[in-house]
């Protein structure tokens, strides 16, 4: 089904019985043909989520328009996308460019269905990658701890600027403060290189070399204000033994971090993603 | 929502507009409120399938025997069980006992929804497990090249007896005739110890061995009359190396076919497989 | 190599030049064939260690013995086992059964070297299992907060009086107490159900269930007087999702639990495992 | 023990008792200090084969040497390389770059101890990546059924003129012919996009959709005149499932066959892939 029109909605909301027969019920009868349902109800939280891809009668965009105002009536949130439409994404990186190439590389394959904006950096190390192996536009923002609220400002002002749907953080090693991430009108993505909740926080590698464990990870989670507490989207790990130094597990631990950010990005922007509380449910 | 009462339909038929939303539909009007649904179109087959779990209104089975003239009428074919239903499962097995032995364990722990009918075995040694320690029946079936015929007569004859609804093939070292498994009212699962179609018929260890491959396999998949070809339900792989011997492959390799073998029964027992052509849908 | 008469011993001291060449020259001049040598400096530690099984010449035995004086004359602590050797093994285990039959299944089926000298359990779920299906003595040892010091000297007496050289905690969810511990004469390995250090203490599947984490884990390790903070032997983790329930990431890390522990219990019996500080080395 | 000069000699030789010793007693009668050791015996074969990494005493270059001289007395091939070389490395690529990219990525972090000598590809597709981005020089060698031989000796001619040691194909989708391979002076390691030996030849991706297997996987193995029945250096596979279309295979695997790929020449590089018959021994 590559290449077809089709609408995706991500619904939530309080459970109530019937809803998968409603939106079934209102996608069929406005000619739309479902290709995917999939729907997930968190009888704790008293939750119901579901993400629905159908293949549209005619008008795409207004049909999308009609099926939130439907959805709304439900008393359900809906997020709805055409699989024409390409967010806009920043990306913000450091020095280390492991996890900024793979997403770039995957981006210029086609892999992530999205536009890159930006991409943003405390250093120029990858300003010339940026601009002429994969021709996007490069904000260099240098923070210190006196400059880290204007940086702050000034990277909140580029994302509103450019339209920015959706930041991912591709091993940009500042934290975001609580006030950003507060006002902050996207979700932010970002990949911390353990496998949490074990060794949040810094120097996670070498942490997990103190403690002799057998496996590294790499998570891919929202930022919250909460430092390395935001719900998470993807985990992976790679088993490690006493004959690798800590660099060994940095760069087992590399191969880990692009892929789980990677898929992580691209689940998010294809509409699979739903975070609530500290959880996410993913449609993959 | 273990222990509570409800329906799981699987049903297939050729594609058509407006499945998803009729099934929903008549379930929601029905008074039942769907906990699952999934579904999968096999465009080249032209084939939808969905499996929908779902709490009934009132009466359980009333209401199975209405959702299945229902799906007829949308020209589907539907298997349909409720939650509390046991179907009977016949295990042979041969003198490796740890297929039998781990399948054994899981039902008595808990882990698998059905009665185990019997044990069946063309060898005595798993006899006095079976009675003693699982308390199931045990039959004697030797096989001879001149018996064959007539221990698969016999060994119809008791899953016909037993109403045996699920056959499982747990390290059951002979190969059952093309002429059975045609007249044979009842799937059959396999587990073929290697990665297949890599190493098909006997002594799959052995080629892998000699071929150096790094990873060793197991397949769990319906028997059909062509041998190690049914339909692929489960697989799963684990490393090895020039240190390993072809025991070492055969030890390792057992932890395989135990989980992928339990794996697969349990998901058929739940209703989450359907094969058609040369593979499967599996809702897991 | 199955079958045959081998030794093998674990080595480690301090790190000085030419200790693989002496203790490879020795086992040569003796008459030894070396079948395999592995070692490990861990350079932070300035300690060496080394495993290596050799053919002996003769007298295995004597040769035993004459190897241990030669590697204390290096500065060098030693282990030394015959492949012909069978350890006593204790088992402690209460209600829940998985790791118990797994284990015991094994040494059933021959691959784990030891012999089980008895079974110890704060109930008598498991007592007929372990009469009769395996074979081998039982011992209920109740525990009550009151009947807790008793409980540990009559266990310290039962090791010590059927010699035993290893203590398995096959899910006995008692935590040993630190006098214990710091008395006990030998080794006891652990399985904890979570990915450590994540998820240490007390149900560690509703943490994980709480946490919104993608895949679960168990950890081996040696029983230190802090809880779950011993050295780790091996860890392994399968993937969960939000459609699974507490119960069910129960169900999904019982497999891993069985399947870590055996895999320590043989590394360790196989002298491969040599513990020290916070870390393992594991010459698999 | 980054950064530090070491010796690593890779032996192989029929196996004789006393091998090891001699060889850890010449490094330390040297001066040197041994910082691995490991080996292998084919006990059918009648091979050993050891992997020795020390410090060397004084001049590396001289001691290399000698230590060849010294194993060729002992009746074994020996490869030795110092940390310090970087041999050359000629990369093959066709319209496909993702293998490509990646290896190109990690040899610009550091990752791969080798020059990458040149660039060659049937097509024009990365020309600018190779040139610009990456400062390797390229070479467009186009091949058409007429011209396959005439290619084949510019190819030679290029790895000759170069003093390359080794061609890595990464995603070159020519066959190589076996002439050029029997007279190809250094080895060639190729990625198969399959889990070998299933699914040899072309379009495995496309046979594994249609067999329904449950895991795609990837194979680096080095070329040999028999098509995709070289000795295998790694493999790896990843789940897939019934929604996934031959497009999502692909792209599954392309990761998987970046990670083979570079793990394998990383190997390679390090001195610690030996290949033999139909086998290779790997010292990771």
Known sequence: MDNVLTLTALLH???????????????????????????????EAGMFIQRIEWLPAADAVA?????RVFANSLGMEVKIGLSTERPKVAVLVSKQGHAFHDLMLRWTAGELPCEIAFVASNHTTWETAARQSYQVPFYHIPVTPET???AEL???????????????????MQVLSKAFLQRCPIPVINIHHSFLPAFAGARPYLQAYARGVKLIGATAHYATPVLDDGPIIHQAVAPVNHRHSVNDLVRRGQDLEKQVLAQAVCWHLQNRVLAYG????VFD
Chains 1, 2, 3, 4 share one sequence.
């Open 13 to 43: 909301g309080p459970d109530s019985p019937g809803i998968v027969a409603r939106t079934a019920g209102w996608i069929f009868e406005n000619g739309g043909n479902i290709l995917h349902a999939d729907q997930h109800c968190d009888a």
């Open 63 to 67: 049909e999308a328009q009609r099926f």
């Open 148 to 150: 880290k609220d204007e």
């Open 154 to 172: 000034r990277l909140e002002a580029l994302l509103r600027e450019h339209d920015v749907q959706l930041a991912v953080m591709a091993r940009y």
């Open 278 to 281: 500290k959880k996410t449910v």
